[in-house]
Nanobody, 121 residues
Framework: VQLQASGGGLVQAGGSLRLSCAASGSTFSMYAVGWFRRTPGKEREFVATVSRGGGSTYYADSVRDRFTISRDNAKNTVYLRMNSLKHEDTAVYYC???????????????WGQGTQVTVSS
């Protein structure tokens, strides 16, 4: 599975962005897909994940009620809708695919390139 993240950019605090993670390959629906983020000097942080069929989602406490993850298996794409963005959401965001649903980055076998999200305060 090859993944490509897009949709990052510069936004003011309180604004919104939608990230997309497009996947190649016919086995996309076999994988849970998660979003992670990283800022300089910090470890990779789990953001959200969605199960293979889209019926289950899980969020980090820091983004719950602000971010929404969803997927469209017909389009081989996972989305991360980010509302009420805060300066501390500034990071490079990565999507990744795993056979297991969960928040542990070690379970994710396939990673896309990152997309930069910058939130100005």
């Amino acid at each position: 599975v090859q993944l490509q993240a897009s949709g990052g950019g510069l936004v003011q605090a309180g604004g919104s962005l939608r990230l997309s993670c497009a996947a190649s390959g016919s086995t996309f629906s076999m994988y849970a897909v998660g979003w992670f983020r990283r800022t300089p000097g910090k470890e990779r942080e789990f953001v959200a994940t969605v199960s293979r069929g889209g019926g289950s989602t899980y969020y980090a406490d820091s983004v719950r009620d602000r971010f929404t993850i969803s997927r469209d298996n017909a389009k081989n794409t996972v989305y991360l809708r980010m509302n009420s963005l805060k300066h501390e959401d500034t990071a490079v965001y990565y999507c990744a695919a795993a056979l297991r649903f969960g928040s542990d980055f070690r379970a994710y076998d396939y990673w896309g390139q990152g997309t930069q999200v910058t939130v100005s305060s």
